[in-house]
């Protein structure tokens, strides 16, 4: 079968591979149709994610067709169409129990590498190095989807791929890194970055009853998205100064909440030699830059919310002067996604959530991938967000 494989730094091929198989009774194989290229993906593109294996298979957004089942499976039947979030749940331990599925304890299958890392493990994710779990990924026609009893939800009646693909990853992650700023009606919440995550913490930001909404961006196409799924103001970073506009916008105060999502590779904005030199830094090296962060930090509001679903993989500094000082609570964390699955899935299916507008690429062949992850990183042809469709 086709799959899209890291080989390296920037070298991502679509190679042919053998088709996964059943190895557990709680597994199901699926045949992708449709899946599509995360803002994560592109941190293993760029080589920031440690511990990633050359064939690796990529990808952790993808839903398709149930093609085989493990024995006594019963869940789900051949033919049925599930959505597979992106973490892996086992369901049966604390974590799990507590509904904190991106931490779930008992799914990463190197959970010593993960806790040598981090202190303890964290879930397993598909296609998303060997840190959690070496999982083959469902950039690819088929996929094995362990513990499949758990976390993937089958797509209801009526429901087009389009419609719920993105309830693997991006849809939850806006909405939980929205819902970290505790918005209770009226607040102003400021988020860094318009990708495709930005695009529904923006939306998610106007449904919980955020009064301004402030995004930080400066891609044309994706500063119009912005203001398409609920900005009320627009700063462009590479233009601008991004804390005293803030400042300015609130009237001196700050914002209540922010938003980081932009995660580890954030450009530095205007501002002479730093956004030189960080320009030089992004071609050359794979160190972690977190200009969006550090602003974000400086722009809340003391004792705001700092809330940051954009991924980091190491330490990186950051000022803990100003948490400590302005009295700041810090939120983050890979998505719970399966939290999320049924209230979102409610918000679709009535309307309320754009699902479609940020697709901007469509591919019916994953030959096209290693061209179409490069139009993503550079944001080319006003590229936003690509989708596979295999059927
Ligand atoms: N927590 C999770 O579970 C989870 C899930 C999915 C994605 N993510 C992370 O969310 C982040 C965003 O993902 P995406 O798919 O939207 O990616 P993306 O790369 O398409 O979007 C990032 C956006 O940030 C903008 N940007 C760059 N530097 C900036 C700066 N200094 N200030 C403001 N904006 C800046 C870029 O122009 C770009 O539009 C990534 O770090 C990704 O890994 C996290
Ligand atoms: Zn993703
Ligand atoms: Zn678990």
Redesign the pocket.
């Known amino acids: 079968m086709k799959a899209l494989c890291w080989h390296g730094r920037n070298d991502i091929r679509c190679d042919t591979v053998p088709v996964p198989v059943i190895e557990d009774s709680r597994d199901v194989i699926i045949k992708v149709t449709s899946c599509a290229i ?6 293993l593109m760029d080589g920031q994610m440690p511990t990633m294996k050359s064939g690796d298979v990529l990808g952790h957004e993808f839903m398709g067709e149930v093609v085989e089942v493990g024995s006594g499976f019963t869940k789900f039947k051949k033919g049925d169409r599930i959505v597979v979030p ?2 892996i749940n086992c369901g049966a331990c604390r974590q799990c129990k507590l509904g904190n599925y ?1 931490v779930c304890e008992r799914s990463n299958r190197n959970a010593e590498m993960a806790a040598a890392q981090f202190g303890y493990t964290t879930a397993g994710l598909f296609g998303y190095s060997h840190l959690t779990g070496g999982y083959a990924g469902g950039q690819a026609e088929y996929v094995r989807v362990p513990m499949a009893d758990v976390a993937p939800m089958k797509v209801p009646e009526g429901m087009d791929d389009e419609s719920v693909l993105f309830l693997t ?2 849809l ?2 806006g909405w ?2 929205a819902e970290h700023c505790e918005i209770q009606g009226g607040e102003t919440i400021a988020v ?8 529904f913490a923006i939306q998610s930001a106007k449904i919980m009853g955020a009064e301004l909404i402030i995004a ?4 044309p196409e ?1 500063i119009a998205l912005a203001r398409k799924a609920g900005a009320t103001d627009i ?1 462009d ?1 590479m233009n601008e100064d ?1 804390f005293e506009r803030v400042k300015e916008i609130t009237k001196g105060q700050g914002a209540d909440g922010v938003i ?10 205007h501002g002479g030699l730093t956004g030189v030199l960080s320009a030089v830094q992004e071609k050359l090296t794979a160190t972690e ?1 977190p ?2 962060l550090a ?1 974000a930090i400086k722009a809340v509001r003391p004792c705001g919310i700092v809330s ?5 993989g190491g330490p990186i500094p950051v000022n803990m002067g100003s948490i400590v000082q302005k009295g700041l609570t810090l939120k ?4 719970h ?1 399966k939290r999320y699955l049924e209230p979102l899935t409610k918000l679709i299916q009535e309307g309320k959530i754009d699902m479609t507008s940020l697709i901007t690429h469509r591919s019916h062949d994953l030959a096209d991938g290693p061209d179409l992850y490069k139009a ?2 550079d ?1 080319k042809d006003g590229c ?2 690509v989708v596979f469709h295999l059927n």
């Open positions: 995360c803002g994560s993906d592109l941190h992106f973490n991106s990853d991006i939850p992650t939980q890194g860094w970055g318009a990708g495709p995550v930005g695009i930080i961006e400066t891609v994706r700063i970073f991004v980081d999502c932009v995660g580890m590779e954030a450009s530095a904005g830059r200009y969006a602003e940051v679903p954009g991924v980091y983050s964390g890979q998505t996604v993503f990183r944001k936003v967000k």
